[in-house]
């Protein structure tokens, strides 16, 4: 079982804004930057946000991410039907001595 | 462009072994950290381990799991990370993708490639 909380789905209407939470604890989030990996069913997961707020090229700022002690918070506005996917945040343990990722989260546009 | 080519998966037997194979292209090999993640079937995202750069010392991580089982190598000069995967289980049926990793992120995924583990 992983060491990442989310929940597992969220959903809001196109347009509108939904917000995916990653709650972790001091041996990772707390200490180790977060990023945030988007996958469509059926394809390889990508990478959308990297050392806790960054967006690589082609990454619109609908995009936010948050972080704050032992949590981090991925919020994506203007909501599509292309951002149904599942999402997960991971990040290094350092007690663990690997990279966890989340439970996943899967957005649905209502 | 970057690419990362996974290849090797297929259907074993538990207690057998498999060793997959990644090739990749469009950046520089040599300095880049690598690492495997799978994914069961209906599961999420699990990370394998990885091996950093001859630079960094090629030290290799893995998860918990697979330690003692699976190892990760490559060859700088083949462009091309390894997972060897000993003792296999049931619980290893996966999609295996390998990535180009750094300490904190990992930048760039392969398509990936299916291991099932069973009689």
């Known amino acids: 079982q992983s060491v990442l909380t989310q929940p597992p789905s969220v959903s809001a209407a196109p347009g509108q804004k939904v917000t995916i939470s990653c709650s972790g604890s001091t041996s990772n989030i707390g200490k180790n930057y977060v990023s945030w990996y988007q996958q469509v069913p059926g394809t390889a997961p990508k990478v959308l946000i990297y050392?806790?707020?960054k967006r690589p090229s082609g990454i619109p700022d609908r995009f936010s991410p948050s972080k704050s002690g032992t949590s981090a918070t991925l919020g994506i506005t203007g909501l599509q039907t292309g951002d149904e996917a599942d999402y997960y945040c991971?990040?290094?343990?350092?007690?663990?001595?690997?990279?966890?990722f989340g439970t996943g989260s899967k957005v649905t546009v209502l | 462009e970057v690419q990362l080519v996974e290849s090797g998966g297929g259907l074993v037997k538990p207690g057998g072994s498999l060793r997959l194979s990644c090739a990749a292209s469009?950046?520089?090999?040599?300095?880049?950290?690598m690492s495997w993640v799978r994914q069961g079937p209906g599961k999420g995202l699990e990370w394998v381990g990885r091996i950093k750069s001859k630079g960094s010392g090629e030290t290799k991580d893995y998860a918990v799991p697979v330690q003692g089982r699976f190892t990760i190598s490559r060859d700088d000069s083949e462009n091309t990370v390894y997972l060897q995967m000993n003792s296999l289980k049931s619980e290893d049926t996966a999609v295996y993708y390998c990535s180009w990793s750094g300490s904190s992120y990992l930048f760039a995924w392969g398509q990936g490639t299916l291991v099932t583990v069973s009689s």
């Open positions: 991971g990040t290094w343990d350092s007690s663990l001595g690997g990279f966890v």
């Open positions: 469009g950046f520089k090999f040599t300095d880049a950290w």
């Open positions: 050392e806790n707020n």
